[in-house]
């Protein structure tokens, strides 16, 4: 298995709306962190999570995070 594209090397934090999202889990979205199906012909594919609620999150975008979508500090050591 290859390793994702770093789209950043530090979290997008924002306020989402409750409903389900879809993460970026190739990094090669132009849409980040979010998914644009730029994972197409990949062995990769979106993270589906969902909200109860609105909520304040930081979501990863080097791709290394354990907890994904959610950033975990994996971007300090890179």
Known sequence: MSLPLIASNK???LE???GT????A???SSNQPFCDGSHAGTEF???????EARKRV???NCK???TPPFCDGSHKGL
């Open 58 to 60: 930081a979501l990863c």
């Open 11 to 13: 979290p997008t934090v």
């Open 16 to 18: 989402l709306d409750a």
């Open 26 to 28: 190739c990094g090669r």
């Open 45 to 51: 594919e979106p993270r589906e999570f969902t909200l």
């Open 64 to 66: 290394r995070t354990g």
């Open 21 to 24: 999202h879809y993460w970026c």
